[in-house]
């Protein structure tokens, strides 16, 4: 694809501004909104997101505006990267803006907490069905520090329009940026938001002990309760194999980049869930979704004993420590359930 002609970004925070920046590279006119107004003041007179991207130099040919009506005008590409919990607020505000045939990429990795419904869900319900096609997410290992840097990242979009798939994947893939589709919209979506739930978990195993068993274990079963769930979603079990299940997992996981990680290792560290996160001083994505999550799995008699232990911790003041132990102490039972390989055969065998 020759140049973006015009993208609008919408959220200035650190994934935002690293997109912005990495889809600068393609020339033509970027815009990138931001809510708040000393926020926008900031970037402009330095041409530097210090809050959110410090130290990455934003290109000449990104625009920062706090005008939403303006910044999407005649967009032909609409990125949000606004928070999960804010997404239906200023979907709301952007749809009277945005052009019909505009395609949507989303990069939140969430679940809204109070409905329980995934973002393509909430997209639905307020642009209609008949605008659901030009919906894509996009997912996958990705810190904004490293995008922002030009280092080498995966990442996978996905739809279940294979056109629309590709052409998000035209407008992001570049040399260090290589982007794959899936047509599997749950599985990417729910693999995206639940490696946060895992990675405040191993970041409370790091506070509570720094156990590289403990936190090896808690990522693979952890993968396993998520795949469960997707699967119970009706998603296809290899997605959670791919880049939006095991890849996102590990790098949250294991990077000192990931908020998720960083909050968690200051809770087992004792400190109380607010504290935390004032320290890490930015959306903490899996604190949301573990109440999400929590409701889900009930929802849809799934057993996932790390969300369960994580939702008392975050919110029923279980002291980590019993958690851990908690988990430790269950019934024992196979690594491989029966009914999760039966699903993934009869999946197989359908597609």
């Known amino acids: ?59 000449e040919n990104i625009q920062v505006t706090g005008d939403l009506a303006g910044a999407l005008a005649g967009a032909k590409y609409i990125v949000f990267s606004v928070p999960s919990h804010s997404f239906r607020e200023v979907l709301k505000s952007a749809l009277p803006v945005i052009r019909e045939d505009a395609l949507i990429v989303n990069t939140a990795k969430g679940i ?23 919906y894509v997410v996009l997912s996958g290992p990705s810190h904004a520090e490293e995008v922002a840097l030009n280092m080498p990242t995966a990442v996978v979009v996905a739809s279940p329009s294979r056109t629309t798939a590709e052409k998000a994947q035209d407008l992001f893939m570049m040399d260090n940026f290589r982007v794959y589709t899936n047509p599997d919209v749950i599985g990417v979506e729910i693999g995206g938001a639940l490696k946060n739930v895992i990675a405040l978990g191993t970041g409370i195993v790091d506070g509570l002990s720094g156990s590289d068993n403990a936190k090896a274990a808690l990522m693979t079963r952890g993968l396993a309760e998520i795949t469960r769930l997707g699967m119970a979603m009706h998603a296809n079990p290899l997605t959670f194999a791919g880049l939006a299940g095991l890849g996102d997992l590990i790098v949250t996981c294991t990077s000192m980049h990931s908020r998720n990680r960083r909050a968690g ?59 851990v132990n908690n988990l430790m102490a269950r019934v024992k039972t196979h690594e491989v359930e029966e009914v999760a390989l039966s699903k993934i055969k009869w999946w197989i065998e359908r597609n």
């Open 1 to 59: 694809m020759a140049g973006t002609n015009h993208v609008a970004v919408l959220g200035a925070g650190s994934w935002g501004t690293a997109l912005a920046c990495h889809l600068a590279g393609r020339g033509g006119k970027i815009k990138l909104w931001a809510r708040r107004p000393e926020l926008v003041k900031q970037i402009k007179a330095c041409r530097e997101n210090k809050r959110y991207l410090p130290g990455i130099i934003l290109p």
């Open 112 to 134: 809204e907490e109070d409905t329980m419904l995934r973002l393509s869900e909430v997209y639905t319900s307020q642009a209609g069905a008949r605008r659901a096609g030009n």
């Open 265 to 323: 290792i200051e809770i087992g560290r004792g400190k109380k869930l607010a504290e935390a996160l004032a320290g890490v001083n930015m959306v903490v994505e899996g604190v949301r979704t573990t109440r999400a999550a929590y409701g889900l799995a009930r929802r849809w008699g799934v057993e996932m004993p790390i969300t369960e232990q994580m939702y008392r911790v975050l919110f029923q003041s279980m002291p980590p420590e019993e958690a």
